[in-house]
């Protein structure tokens, strides 16, 4: 035996006139209109595939530059804007 579970949703009314519309074109209903809706988003979440975490790796070298403090950014942009020659 099917079951289904009534609810009630709010749609602005353009929308619902569009979907109205829509579904009698096709010969159906709102509800039907609505479950294919609701059915094709939920298969393309599915299908898009799980990504791995971002992993970041460091880049080969000593660490960070003798006498250069991560934490103050005003020193750390003059530093960066001698070695790029500005």
């Known amino acids: 035996m ?3 579970m009534r609810t009630t949703i709010r ?3 353009e929308l ?3 979907v109205r519309v829509s ?3 096709e010969g159906g209903t709102v509800t039907a209109f ?3 809706a ?3 988003a939920l298969e393309r979440r599915d299908a898009i595939p799980a990504h791995a975490p971002y992993r970041v790796s460091p880049f080969h070298g000593d660490g960070v530059q003798a006498g250069i403090d991560l934490d103050d950014s005003a020193a750390l ?3 960066m804007d001698v070695d790029a020659g500005s």
């Open 23 to 25: 579904a009698a074109t």
């Open 77 to 79: 942009q003059d530093v």
């Open 11 to 13: 749609l602005p009314d």
């Open 16 to 18: 619902y006139t569009r």
């Open 34 to 36: 609505i479950e294919d």
């Open 2 to 4: 099917l079951r289904c």
């Open 38 to 40: 609701l059915r094709m």
